[in-house]
């Protein structure tokens, strides 16, 4: 079974940081690119960063450029999103999925409440 479990998530104040984990299980993670989207409440959800399946290539929305980094351990199956400079717009529960051309390949994580409030 496709998992995606995310955490790392939590209160912090404005200009801090926080380092979001995903740890994937049930498919061939390394061959996979891997993205972050975000959704804050009452709002749709959006695309934050995405990285290919070597970490080789990444790309962000354009209102996280310069803060936020994705990275990927492959040999843990974890993809990462480091946020620093955070602002209270980042608000939102974050969320890991896998880009896959099978449609619903893996089912939505539990996903991980982002916080930004001084």
């Known amino acids: 079974q496709v998992q995606l479990v995310e955490s790392g998530g939590g209160l912090v104040q404005p200009g801090g940081s926080l380092r979001l984990s995903c740890a994937a299980s049930g498919f061939i993670f390394r061959i996979y690119t891997m993205t972050w989207y975000r959704q804050a409440s009452g709002k749709e959800r959006e695309l934050v960063a995405i990285i290919d399946s070597t970490g080789g290539v990444t790309d962000y929305a354009d209102s996280v450029k310069g803060r936020f980094t994705i990275s990927r351990d492959n040999a843990k199956n974890t993809v990462y999103l480091q946020m620093n400079s955070l602002k209270p717009e980042d608000t939102a529960v974050y969320h890991c999925?896998?880009?896959?051309?099978?449609?619903?390949?893996?089912?939505w994580g539990q996903g991980t409440q982002v916080t930004v409030s001084s």
């Open positions: 999925q896998v880009v896959a051309t099978e449609p619903h390949f893996a089912p």
